[in-house]
């Protein structure tokens, strides 16, 4: 290990400036770089954590991991206990990557964070970290001069660098002199040297950058980097590095990392301090029906997301989980209500972000139906049949199993459909053996959407399923709950949230202790080319939606407009969720929700998050782009 030299001071040595390389790069191959971002487990232990520190003082936080410790919060009572265990965790890793690699590869933002490494910067880590093998960047940098107060790197010197024996020549400022496009050209440039001299690791998945180590902040605005809400460099995915002039927060000209690179690190500390930032981390790791997704929300990292939160950034998460301790006596204790509430925040947070890699190995499995993705208990399941043919026969067993559970369970088995080709999908329930083993008197059927026309019409919702499913099964007419049609649209949504709420307080449909919402057994929906699920709409105001059980449309996009549909709290509240998506329509769709991360705007379908499990049923086609 090195030591600490006396000698070695950054005012003395100027850092190294990247500057444009008369080498020949090969460009690396641009493969999904979406692959990374689904190999997470949503399923997640969370434990009181004992931090030990160096000063010896025990500092409990939240913790919050998946089964594989690849995607962890902790919470932590003052930022000071933040620092400590910041500063353990990279130099921990600093020892893995020194060891593993020879070189270490660490970014950092600018803002609060470098303050929050100040402990790096004392006994034991100034002496024992091998900073000489350290290799320094910046996830953004404001375009001034480098003695500038607003220059990202004076900050990291002033607080950081100086105080440690990083050499010179193995931390890269941007250079100053040039424009903001310049500089994030001339700083790609540099970063593509360094992997062409194996300094930084490439992702062999995403063909970008892979850094050992980002450090970052985020801003009240639920801003990383220099990558702002609703700016277009959120979608960028080709360029390494960019540049921004119109930056809302000052000074405007900066250069940043962007999300391809951002997104293939081996590791990523997301460090958060202050109340300021409290209602962002609640939209990012709570369960928010928020149609706005922060930049925040978009990281997602080939290997660990680390969050470091403090007490006030975390306090809206508590809050919450408060909540639910006073509104929920029944629940045994304090620990178990905050336990059920993480989880289902992380099951949210995560829900979108699933499981790539393991179809892809699935598919290479050979087999009719490839199963892929299915995270460690099973809450989250993709499922890729040869054909549509396969796809009916799975989900009748499916069906079946599920009702033949609730039957047993409950004495009544609360299944709800959706319109489109999902009826034809089931159609296997109506043929032996299941259209007499099934206990049919124990279904109650309800619609997740109807269009506010005549039953009898061919837009109907419900003659669609009585013609293709109700009339082929024996169902207890009083059963089977149609809209009130004689009604219209907002009468026909109160109307239907009335009888939900009946059934509820008989006890037909269950409630989840969760959300206070309808728990319903089943939910067989399908998934329209844009997204959209129920009659939930890509970017309209009902995604919103977090009071009513079920509201209505007036100006839905595809015809006709007047509808009723379950709002998200309801369909996240369900037991089970059967996803069926077949044939060429939506292969863009599919390949969005499941395939793709940097996704700034969520498409409906990836706001799908029931209780309990979500399962994709998937053909071949409808999962063709998954597998390119
Ligand atoms: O402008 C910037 O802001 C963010 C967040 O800063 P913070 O002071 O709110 O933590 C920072 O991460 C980024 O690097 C910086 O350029």
Redesign the pocket.
């Known amino acids: 290990m090195a030591t600490a030299s006396s000698s070695l001071t950054f005012s003395t040595s100027l850092p190294k400036f990247c500057r444009p390389y008369s080498i020949s790069i090969t460009p690396p191959p641009q493969v999904s770089v979406y692959f990374k971002k689904l190999s997470i487990s949503s399923s997640l232990k969370i434990s009181k954590r004992t931090t030990t520190r160096a000063s010896s003082m025990a500092s409990s936080g939240i913790t919050t991991i998946d089964q594989n410790n690849k995607k962890a919060v902790e919470v932590f009572d003052t930022e000071e206990d933040l620092a400590v265990s910041l500063a353990k965790y990279t130099a921990d890793l600093s020892d893995k990557f020194a060891k593993e690699r020879g070189a270490f590869t660490v970014v950092v933002?600018?803002?609060?964070?470098i303050k929050s490494l100040r402990k790096l910067v004392e006994a034991p880590y100034v002496d024992s970290i091998d900073w000489s093998k350290w290799q320094v960047f910046w996830?953004?940098e404001?375009v001034v001069p480098k003695d500038h107060p607003d220059s990202?790197y004076k900050l990291a010197f002033d607080g950081f660098l100086s105080k440690v024996p990083i050499p010179p020549g193995n931390v890269y400022a941007i250079n100053d002199a040039l424009s903001s496009e310049g500089a994030a050209d001339d700083y790609e440039t540099c970063l593509k040297h360094l992997v062409h001299t194996g300094v930084i690791n490439i992702s062999s998945l995403s063909g970008f950058p892979k850094f050992d180590l980002m450090l970052?902040?985020?801003?009240?605005d639920g801003?990383?980097?220099?990558l702002f809400p609703g700016h277009p460099l959120l979608k960028e995915n080709q360029k390494w590095v960019t540049h921004i002039t119109d930056s809302p927060?000052p000074p405007p000209e900066r250069i940043t990392f962007t999300f391809p690179v951002i997104n293939s690190s081996a590791h990523i500390a997301l460090v958060v301090c202050g109340a300021g930032k409290a209602s962002i981390v609640q939209t990012a790791l709570g369960k928010s029906q928020d149609s706005e997704v922060f930049p925040v929300q978009m990281v997602s990292p080939e290997g660990e997301l680390k969050w470091f939160l403090d007490k006030d950034a975390a306090s809206k998460l508590r809050e919450d989980s408060r909540l639910l301790a006073e509104n929920l006596p029944a629940l045994p204790q304090k620990r178990s209500i905050r336990t059920a509430y993480l989880q289902d925040c992380f099951c949210c947070y995560w829900h979108r972000v699933q499981l790539f890699k393991r179809f892809v190995c699935c598919c290479k499995a050979k087999s009719s139906s490839s199963s892929f993705m299915a995270d460690q208990n099973n809450k989250k399941v993709v499922k890729v049949y040869d054909t549509e043919q396969d796809v009916a026969v799975s989900l009748a067993k499916y069906v079946a199993d599920l009702s033949a559970k609730f039957a047993k369970e409950r004495g009544s088995f609360t299944v709800v459909l959706s319109g489109g080709y999902l009826i034809d999908n089931i159609r296997k329930l109506t043929e032996p053996p299941y259209v007499d083993s099934v206990e049919w008197s124990k279904w109650h059927v309800f619609w997740v959407d109807e269009r506010v026309v005549p039953r009898n019409h061919v837009d109907s919702n419900y003659k669609l399923a009585f013609d293709g499913f109700l009339s082929k099964v024996p169902i207890p007419a009083g059963q089977v709950y149609a809209i009130n049609d004689a009604l219209s649209a907002e009468g026909a949504a109160e109307d239907y949230q009335t009888v939900l709420k009946h059934l509820v307080d008989t006890g037909v449909l269950a409630k989840s202790s969760v959300t206070g919402f309808p728990k319903f057994d089943l939910m067989l929906l399908g998934m329209g080319p844009d997204g959209h699920v129920a009659s939930l709409f890509p970017g309209h105001p009902l995604l919103k939606e977090n009071v009513k059980w079920v509201t209505h449309i007036m100006d839905s996009p595809k015809l006709p407009p007047q509808r009723i549909t379950f709002t998200f709290p309801v369909i996240n509240s369900s037991a089970y969720i059967a996803m069926v998506v077949c044939g060429p329509g939506e292969v863009d769709a599919v390949y969005k929700a499941l395939g793709k991360t940097a996704n700034p705007e969520l498409l409906p379908v990836q706001r799908v998050t029931p209780e309990e499990e979500l399962r994709w049923f998937l053909d071949k086609v409808a999962a063709s782009k998954l597998q390119e």
């Open positions: 933002s600018g803002g609060s964070l996830v953004d404001r990202n970052v902040g985020m801003g009240p801003h990383v980097a220099s927060k």
